[in-house]
């Protein structure tokens, strides 16, 4: 029997070493590594078709980002950064049960009807069971083909025989190859099986989707260098018995990664949400104080939430601080500046902040809306409904001026706002709508008395 040997791995980095070592000497994580029995003499990986034998010159090079393949799934399209670019791949990320197999699989519904050729390659599910799924999101046509398999060397067998333009691995946690005799999922299998698909995706310029689930930190689970490896990274966000979800692109090699995509989820699958500001403000609440809508600016999508505070008077010694979709530290930080600059004590106080809608933004641009949602609920003072608000708050208690207000203003003008506080710094060279009132403000003492 072949000798093998016990190895330690690092989950950030993919650092190898021969002992457990509290520090990675290659990323300087503390406590990754994991150990792994792994085979002393592995087999060679099978050669792959590169690009080019030679180096080429910029001018013998043929650029391939005009040429993407739109989705048509507005919200996934322009989340990366405008269709798919063929010989990319693409990594999906997100908590279990949250749809990550149901975008995907709709994706693949999309680009059949353009009669593109995808192989949906599932290792979690089998093919009646996809099935089952696919027939509640509607008529699927032939060039959709189920692979429900485990092992990359048949698939890649199959990619050659069936030479498919778009690929979908679900997940990459399952896949496993016959070069590394640890279990799927582990560390060693997750970077050889991510190695074998991103040759086959550069080498014969197929489109590999990646499913990869998520740990409880909320990264995606087996090495960082998956991450590294892959050209697009998207995480796939939301409560999960929650009716919306929001993609959102933390690496893109061809692309912003700002942009944002929201969805909703119905009993037939996922629904674009085109204007995420009216669906975020649902439902608001009339005549009560703590509440004010904010501005935040998500790439080149401006969307308007609503900021809920709730300060009551402590029981205890120690209040208690509690921040729902924004920075708990940024909540601490502007309370802070409020009891120095503005004299209110607030250290008596519970305090509770909550983004309604459940949705996570630490735009600076929301500081603002935060600061006069704690003050409102302080001071028991109902804030007019029509007013929208955003503005970065220094130390100082100065609003200091955020980008793009023109548009924010716009949008804020295009659901029936009234009146606009925003910091006088970006009130230059910005013309405000018809019956919107702009009111430049240098700092939250200045909003205090608008109040």
Same mark, same amino acid.
């Given at each position: 029997m072949p000798k093998s040997k016990s190895v330690f791995f690092c989950k950030e980095c993919g650092y190898e070493s021969a002992k457990w070592m509290g520090q990675c000497p290659g990323c300087r994580s503390w406590n990754t590594f994991v150990e792994e029995i792994v085979d002393k003499k592995r087999p060679t990986a099978k050669k792959v078709t590169k690009y080019a034998t030679s180096p080429l010159t910029l001018d013998q090079i043929d650029v391939m980002d005009g040429k993407r393949i739109s989705t048509n799934i507005k919200e996934l399209d322009r989340v990366l950064g405008g269709g798919i670019v063929p010989g990319s791949m693409i990594l999906v990320g997100g908590d279990p049960g949250i749809g990550k197999s149901t975008l995907l699989l709709q994706t693949a519904k999309e680009l059949t009807s353009q009669d593109v050729d995808v192989l949906y390659v599932s290792g979690e599910e089998s093919a009646a069971q996809i099935k089952l799924r696919a027939e509640r999101m509607g008529k699927?046509?032939?060039? *959709?083909k189920l692979f429900p398999e485990t092992d990359l060397s048949i698939i890649e067998e199959v990619i050659d025989k069936d030479k498919p333009q778009v690929v979908v691995i679900d997940s990459i946690q399952t896949m496993m190859s016959e070069d590394v005799s640890s279990a799927p999922g582990s560390v060693s299998q997750v970077r050889e099986s991510t190695s074998r698909l991103m040759q086959i995706s550069k080498g014969k310029n197929i489109t590999v989707f990646v499913v990869g689930h998520v740990t409880k930190e909320g990264v995606v689970a087996g090495p960082r260098v998956l991450e590294h490896m892959v050209d697009t990274v998207l995480y796939f966000e939301g409560e999960r018995h929650a009716s919306y979800r929001i993609l959102r692109g933390v690496k893109n090699r061809f692309g912003s990664t700002n942009e944002i995509g929201v969805f909703e989820m119905s009993d037939i699958g996922l629904k674009e949400v085109p204007n995420p500001s009216e669906y975020m403000l649902d439902g608001r609440p009339e005549g009560a104080s703590g509440s004010v809508v904010a501005c935040s600016l998500e790439g080149?999508?401006?969307i308007l939430v609503e900021i809920q505070a709730l300060l009551s008077r402590s029981n205890f010694a120690m209040p208690r601080r509690t921040a729902a979709g924004c920075d708990y530290n940024r909540v601490n930080l502007l309370m802070a500046v409020i009891e120095k600059r503005l004299g209110i004590r607030l250290g008596e106080f519970d305090?509770?902040?909550?983004? %309604?809608?459940?949705?996570? !933004?630490?735009?600076?641009? !929301?500081? *603002?809306?935060?600061v006069l %949602?704690?003050? $409102?609920?302080?001071?028991e003072r109902t804030l007019d409904p029509g007013l929208v608000c955003f503005g970065e708050v220094g130390l100082a208690g100065e609003v200091r001026s955020v980008t793009a207000a023109p548009i924010r203003i716009t949008e804020a003008a295009k659901l029936g706002f009234?009146?606009?506080? *925003?910091? *006088? $710094?970006s009130l230059k060279g910005v013309k405000a709508p018809g019956g919107v009132k702009l009111i430049g403000i240098k700092s939250i003492s200045e909003a205090m008395d608008y109040i």
């Open positions: 699927f046509n032939s060039r *959709l080149t999508r401006p305090a509770y902040v909550n983004i %309604a809608g459940g949705v996570k !933004m630490n735009e600076p641009a !929301m500081d *603002l809306g935060l %949602a704690m003050i $409102s609920s302080y001071r009234k009146t606009v506080i *925003l910091p *006088l $710094s």
